[in-house]
């Protein structure tokens, strides 16, 4: 049962262009979101988060919106750099203590 | 702030023999830490949780007595393939957080080759 939905594999977006990421989830338990990023043969790095008693939350070029009705997260990106080209993670935490993660959206911004 | 640093970041062994995969939080403590495994084109998935000075919990399906969890000390988890066989080959990654609610911090991952 996969609690943490990433639909998109793949998103190819122009330089300067925004890049929306999105995320959907099953759990009502959730309460904290956060997005990762990784690169080929490293560990992934934290992005941003955002609690449930948000519905946005903005750090520099990256804002996280949620939309708890619709169990919906999604992570813009603007404007989008060749650099941000990596694989994108969503994930959720609340009810326990563990971390449960998307299967991955691989950005990739051409210039 | 909040590194965590993972050792090695490769390993080649043969079919049978063990390894050993060190995590350390190097800014921080950690009374808990996360090993995750990575297959290709697929999601990080938990493997188990290591406890500074107890017992680590298991995810289901995931072999105790074959992954080895031990958090001797509030900076340092280790995780030991024993016997490992070539479908262990993978990405392990650990990951620590400094308070419950900050976010994960992960390590730069270890790519097992076991031949």
């Known amino acids: 049962d996969q609690q943490v939905k990433q639909n998109s594999p793949s998103l190819s977006v122009q330089e300067g262009r925004i890049s929306i990421l999105n995320c959907d989830y099953t759990?009502?338990?959730?309460?904290?979101f956060l997005w990762y990023k990784k690169y080929p043969a490293e560990g992934p790095t934290f992005l941003i988060s955002?609690?449930?008693?948000?519905d946005k939350n903005e750090d520099g070029r990256f804002t996280v919106f949620l939309n708890k009705s619709a169990k919906h997260l999604s992570l813009h990106i603007v404007p989008s750099q060749p650099g941000d080209s990596a694989v994108y993670f969503c994930?959720?935490?609340?009810?326990?203590?563990?971390?449960?993660f998307g299967t991955g959206t691989r950005l990739k911004v051409l210039a | 702030g909040a590194v965590v640093s993972q050792h090695p970041s490769w390993v080649i062994c043969k079919s049978g023999t063990s390894v050993k995969i060190e995590c350390r939080s190097l800014?921080?403590?950690?009374?808990?830490m996360f090993w995750y495994r990575q297959f290709p084109k697929q999601s990080l998935m938990l493997m188990a949780t290591?406890?500074?000075?107890?017992?680590?919990?298991?995810e289901q399906g995931v072999e105790k007595d074959k992954f080895l969890i031990n958090h001797a000390s509030l900076t340092l988890s280790t995780l030991t393939v024993t016997s490992a066989h070539p479908e262990d080959s993978s990405f392990y990654i650990c990951?620590?957080?400094?308070?419950?609610?900050?976010?994960?911090?992960f390590g730069n991952g270890t790519r097992l080759t076991v031949t």
């Open positions: 990951s620590a957080r400094p308070t419950y609610n900050s976010p994960l911090h």
């Open positions: 759990n009502s338990m959730f309460d904290y």
């Open positions: 955002i609690s449930s008693i948000k």
């Open positions: 994930a959720a935490a609340g009810g326990t203590y563990k971390y449960i």
């Open positions: 800014d921080f403590q950690a009374t808990t």
């Open positions: 290591s406890n500074e000075g107890s017992k680590a919990t298991y």
